[in-house]
């Protein structure tokens, strides 16, 4: 009986916060800093078939990372996986917040090696973004080997930052075997792509917190509704209500199928404040003229984000809540939405 009580309290301990190191630089700034994959692993290689190259055609790199830190801001101790291109504002926003980030290269470019009879099956797509993520055979369409998995990239990356930039304390985000990264610790974003493989990713392997922006999509798949390694409090959505992602029922259907519903309703950021109900899902309304690409943009920060008069961004808190808000904070339980199609086949 004893040890069926302590279960609860072990299982919440997985992910207790252990306190964060403390800077001692003896020159406080912000740290970026970028370097080829190829050349921090030797054992990365190219897999043109699936257009995961190290340079294009005009030999402009595609397998450079990114990473920044801000050492005059107090750390938590947590680190941000931004699955997508690198994006300069959201890693400022994401230092100033006392978060470590890195951008990695992995293979995200796949969908033109789908057969079109494989593309809607309601499996593929799922099972080949866990392998882009793990370097793991999950599907019989491509062979992507741990080295060029977004797992090892990423921890690879994080063992060159450690011996580049001490400073920065990097060497906190690996485990300690050495082998790998904390995934206690970390955080993984994305936007579209990126968002839904995020939210792939979460559902196999256990992490602090997921960002989705403009996402998950997939809308014919059904692991949205796989158990989760994850629990769903620390899921996080942000979308436009013009994105065709969300006028198509792609993302209100993902996060009903993930059980975000349970954590309370879709509020309008527009029309609220933080803690926003202390909901997971949340959506704009910014006038966008009508503009669904520009909408699909808008929710990151950056050239299409919604701005005031004076040309401020006026989703700063949200960004804030969707990477800050407390997980153990949530909303109340609302039913399924009648008017959000799941069976989108039809």
Known sequence: MKLLLLLPFLAASAYAATPALEFNDPNPQRYDLSKRASEIDPRAKEHPEIDFVFTDKKGKPQDLEHASVDTRVKPQGKLVIWLMGHSAPLFERLNGYGLHAIQVHYANKWFGIIPAARRDDGKTLGDIRLEAATGEDHSDLCAIPKPDGMMERAFQLVKWLSKENPQGKWQQFINAKGDGLDWDKVIVS?????????????????????????????????????????????????????????TGDHYCRSWEMMGLNQYGPIVNVDEAAPPYANTRRLITDFDVKGDAKRAHGLVTPGGSSAKGPEGKFLHEAVWNYLFNHPVDEVGDPTQLDPSCEHDLKK
């Open 190 to 246: 994305g936007a579209s792509h990126g968002a839904t493989t995020s939210a792939r990713f979460a559902k196999h392997q256990k992490v602090d917190r997921v960002v989705c922006f403009c996402g998950p999509r997939d809308q014919l798949e059904s692991w949205q509704s796989l158990p989760s390694a994850t629990p769903g409090n620390r899921i996080f959505a942000f979308s436009h209500v013009l994105d065709s992602g969300w």
